[in-house]
């Protein structure tokens, strides 16, 4: 299995140990089956997830969402994720 990371806060240390490589955001979005976003609501990540990146995933790709706050933009056209077919590829 690849593991892939993305974040500002990275721990070479870990990541090796872990066999996790950290790459970029659109990257880690289109090589990825399964993406968990784990970070904090700050201006910066303020709608990280949002209609454009989510196009950028795979059509059979899993989001999974364990954070609070809008990280993750809820008025973008999730609704595709769970409807046959999958994500829509651009």
Do not use: Q, W
Not at 11 to 31: E, I, M, T
Not at 75 to 88: E, M, Q, R
Request: aromatic residues 8%; proline residues 4%; positive net charge.
């Amino acid at each position: 299995m690849n593991m892939l990371a993305y974040g500002t806060y990275k721990d070479y240390k870990a990541a090796k140990r872990l066999n996790v490589r950290f790459s970029k955001l659109d990257d880690v979005l289109a090589k990825s089956d399964f993406v968990c976003i784990s970070t904090s609501l700050r201006p910066d990540t303020y709608h990280l997830i949002n209609e454009e990146r989510i196009a950028k995933m795979k059509k059979t790709a899993f989001l999974i969402n364990i954070v609070r706050g809008e990280v993750v933009d809820e008025n973008a056209p999730l609704a595709f994720c769970v409807a046959p077919g999958g994500i829509p590829t651009s």
